[in-house]
């Protein structure tokens, strides 16, 4: 059966279900597996935030690597305070930015810097209690009616031109509305933190240690470059690398424990619909392995974009002895293979925009 669901756009992208019952896929269907430690799958519920979710998840395996005990953090924190962010952007530039739901781990990780993080427990930006297909589908709903009030909103303001102040309090109004407000204090551990001290005691992580990579062409390699995707409307740079660095960098990584916040393409090719099992599809199907010039004609031509986020948590093979990534969806645990999508090393060579990873992974010694 397929399934219509928002991509980090609110685009419509028709996937395949299949469930398969993991033990059935890691003992029959793939071997000599690298499976790193993370928390449990989340699901963004139709909503088109699956940018926040990756990265929450993401944050969360670091806190696990670098032994921090906290709880499930709150996606929808990062994704409040980004609405407010980019409305001001879209202010200051008169209406000529990006004002979508989409974005990147850039995000997240300048937000946490900034506000900190709270648990899921706390605020679940009116998520917790959607649980039935009729609720997420309303959610949807609900939430393209918000992107399009406030956008309404905000180009009407900017016509008489009203005060970032008073602009990002309507926004703010409208969020409270659909998401509901974040509370300015709440109790941890029997004390009262706020989202920043909260983040300084249990998740003492700094945004600077991040980085995220790509491998383009048109750019320079082994230099940080601003990457041309509507998402990155914070203008934040890439490092560059050829293909091979690019790749031999996430293997180690991954080998090494660390996890990575992944962005990349699933809607402009068929290969994506194979319930998790994720191989090329069209385009380059019979290549042996992608190229650089191939990965960049894909991109240039579009075929290649920026559509949904993920988090990558281990490399498998198959039966014939070919690489997969196990990337960790945010699709639920009834889509792909029990929450996870197993992308074929050509796929993501082809489809991948970029990864994020902490810097110590950029200095290990190869493997």
């Not at 993370?38 to 519920?45: E, G, N, V, Y």
């Amino acid at each position: 059966m397929t399934k219509s669901i928002k991509n980090k756009y609110g685009s419509i992208v028709i996937v395949g279900l299949l469930l398969v019952f993991q033990g059935c896929i890691s003992h029959k269907r793939f071997s000599n597996t690298i499976l790193i430690e993370t928390t449990d799958l989340k699901h963004q519920k139709y909503t088109g935030q699956c940018w926040s979710f990756a990265s929450t998840s993401f944050l969360e395996a670091e806190a696990i690597r670098l032994e921090y005990n906290i709880p499930e953090l709150s996606s929808f924190f990062f994704v409040y305070h980004n609405y407010l962010e980019k409305a001001k952007d879209y202010i200051t530039n008169k209406g000529n930015s990006y004002i979508n739901s989409g974005d990147l781990t850039f995000s997240v990780l300048e937000i946490f810097e900034n506000y900190g993080a709270v648990p899921e427990s706390v605020y679940d930006g009116k998520l917790g209690s959607v649980t039935t297909k009729k609720q997420m589908n309303s959610r949807w709903a609900e939430e393209d009616e918000m992107n399009a009030l406030i956008k309404y909103k905000l180009d009407s303001l900017i016509k008489i031109n009203a005060s970032v102040d008073q602009s990002l309090e309507i926004v703010e109004n409208i969020l409270n509305k659909y998401i509901d407000d974040i509370p300015e204090t709440f109790i941890y551990q029997g004390k009262t933190e706020t989202p920043k001290t909260f983040a300084k005691k249990f998740l003492p992580l700094n945004s600077e240690d991040y980085v995220e990579l790509t491998s383009y062409s048109h750019h320079p390699f082994n230099e940080r470059v601003i990457l041309e995707i509507p998402a990155n409307w914070r203008f934040k740079k890439y490092l560059n690398l050829p293909i091979e660095d690019f790749m031999n960098t996430i293997d180690n990584a991954i080998k090494s424990g660390f996890t990575l916040a992944w962005d990349g393409d699933i809607g402009s090719s068929g290969g994506f619909a194979d319930n998790g099992y994720t191989k090329v599809k069209g385009e380059y199907e019979e290549e042996k392995t992608i190229s650089q010039k191939q990965r960049q004609s894909a991109y240039e031509r579009k075929t290649t974009t920026d559509d949904h986020n993920m988090h990558l948590v281990g490399i498998t093979y198959d039966r014939d002895g070919q690489k997969f990534y196990m990337l960790k969806n945010t699709w639920g645990k009834n889509e792909g293979m029990d929450g996870i999508w197993y992308l074929s090393e050509n796929y993501f060579r082809l489809r991948t925009i970029s990864v994020t990873v902490h810097k110590e992974a950029l200095s290990l010694p190869k493997t």
